[in-house]
């Protein structure tokens, strides 16, 4: 088993619009502002809220979630191992005869009708006058 990286947790970045920080959600234009104590509060309030919240839907979900998730993706690779690919390739290999009969159809009865009409349209001249 490869050992997980504690530090950086998202190393493919599928998370980026995710990264909230105060200054995204909250914002106090020039010509209004609140005291000074309030917003250094406010930022610290909106950290431990984010911080806390998250941590505690973690502990009680996190790992019911990763379960079913590996569950879920264990499901989907059985689906393509066992039956789609196995199915996708039964139906190239019928759909390929097929292509073959129709292709020689197509050159029995459809080749010497165009050809034909293509050697009478190839004798046609336009002149301007």
């Known amino acids: 088993m ?5 530090e950086n947790r998202d190393p493919n970045n599928i998370n980026d619009h995710l990264k909230v920080q105060f200054e995204d959600v909250l914002a106090e234009p020039e010509g209004i502002r609140s005291i000074p104590c309030i917003w250094t ?11 806390i919240c998250y941590k505690i839907l973690t502990t009680f979900c996190g790992l019911c979630i990763a379960l079913g998730l590996g569950c ?6 059985f689906d393509h191992v066992w ?19 129709f292709t020689t159809l197509v050159n029995c009865c459809c080749t010497p009708i165009c050809e034909a009409c293509g050697g009478f349209f190839s004798k046609i001249r336009i002149q301007k006058s």
């Open 72 to 77: 879920d993706f264990a499901m989907v690779a």
């Open 83 to 101: 039956i789609w690919t196995p199915c996708m390739r039964d139906f190239t290999i019928c759909v390929g005869c097929y292509q073959k009969i």
């Open 2 to 6: 490869a050992d997980i990286d504690l």
């Open 41 to 51: 509060l406010s930022y610290k309030c909106f950290e431990f809220g984010k911080s």
